[in-house]
């Protein structure tokens, strides 16, 4: 069982790059993020999804673009990289979208994306 | 807005040291507290979860109980390891205008042989 997988592990951008960080789960959860991870800020919501079809933001949206063509997959597209895009990224996803099983539900995690932007 | 707040770390405790990593959280409703565990190159993993007032998660030797009257939901392990030494975070989830898992900032516990 691979849970959530994240591609690629590493990866290092020139401003103004763009890229896309691949999310996919095989738990068939309805409920999908990302997520930022900085020194001493915790973890900050980008997006979300919250089944197929269906995104809305989180916290820090800006210069971020998702989709969600499948209940699987869950792309995270940076659209011009800039260096203040540096960080960690996670992918996680959840069983439900929005009774009360989801918000009792947690969070399962992929190993991250490390992502330098020079 | 709704936050999580945690005590900075890090936390360098001796093997066998009793543990407490202390969780606050502010929310517009009724949210689900959880504590996750990450360790070095890894994604978070769940730790434990409590749903409702007065409830205690436990798992692995920590535990932390619910408390609404004081909006905490404290960490401990009467007895940590060496193994235990990594990055701990406090976070709540709540559906009110979107379902959203808001977490603290993590407190890095080292724990000495």
């Known amino acids: 069982n691979a849970g959530v997988t994240q591609t690629p592990k590493f990866q290092v951008l020139k401003t103004g790059q763009s890229m896309t960080l691949q999310c996919a789960q095989d738990?068939?959860?309805?409920?999908m993020s990302w997520y930022r991870q900085d020194p001493g800020m915790g973890l900050r919501l980008i997006h979300y999804s919250v089944g197929a079809g269906i995104t809305d933001q989180g916290e820090v949206p800006n210069g971020y673009n998702v989709s969600r063509s499948t209940t699987e997959d869950f792309p995270l597209r940076l659209l011009s990289a800039a260096p203040s895009q540096t960080s960690v990224y996670f992918c996680?996803?959840?069983?439900?979208?929005?009774?009360?099983?989801?918000?009792?539900?947690?969070?399962?995690f992929g190993n991250g994306t490390r992502l330098t932007v020079t | 807005g709704d936050s999580v707040t945690q005590m900075e770390g890090p936390v360098t405790l001796s093997e066998e040291a009793f543990l407490t990593i202390n969780c606050t959280y502010t929310?517009?409703?009724?949210?689900?507290l959880f504590w996750y565990v990450q360790y070095p190159g890894e994604g978070l993993q769940l730790l434990l979860k409590a749903t409702k007032a007065d409830d205690k998660g436990s798992n692995k030797g920590f535990e932390a109980t619910y408390r609404k009257e004081t909006t905490s939901f404290h960490l401990e392990k009467g007895s940590v390891q060496v193994s235990d030494s990594a990055v701990y975070f406090c976070?709540?989830?709540?559906?009110?205008?979107?379902?959203?898992?808001?977490f603290g900032a993590g407190t890095r516990l080292f724990v000495k042989a």
């Open positions: 929310a517009t409703g009724y949210p689900s």
């Open positions: 976070a709540l989830t709540i559906n009110t205008g979107g379902f959203k898992t808001i």
């Open positions: 738990m068939n959860h309805e409920y």
């Open positions: 996680a996803s959840s069983y439900g979208a929005g009774g009360s099983s989801s918000y009792n539900s947690p969070l399962h």
